[in-house]
């Protein structure tokens, strides 16, 4: 098993929710992050004033899936979310040693 997290804009989550859906995926967490990388934020104007924002709003989505599906999900995720402007985001791979379902004691794939 894979855990994927994919750091995305905030727009594309939809997307990216529904290319996830098509390649046969059924969930996903979703959680609001803030960030930067390369593009160091940017500055805004507000009142007269100018002021830096340092971290940049994101959208992490973590997911959970079969050795087999985690190359249809990256590629999916990847497709969908890219813009090709600086700040697209990051999917990071990472491997699973156990899922368990709390509800049901299930264990590994079945869990998933």
Known sequence: MKKIEAIIKPFKLDEVKE????????????????????????????????????????VKIE???????????V???QQTAQ???????KIFILPVEEAIRVRTGERGSEAI
């Open 83 to 89: 813009t090709g402007r600086i700040g697209d985001g």
């Open 19 to 58: 290319a996830l859906h098509e390649v046969g995926l059924q969930g996903i967490t979703v959680v609001e992050a803030k960030g930067f990388g390369r593009q160091k934020g940017h500055t805004e104007l507000y009142r007269g004033a100018e002021y830096v924002v340092d971290f940049l709003p994101k």
């Open 63 to 73: 997911l959970v899936v079969d050795d087999d599906m985690a190359v249809a999900a």
């Open 75 to 77: 590629e999916a995720i």
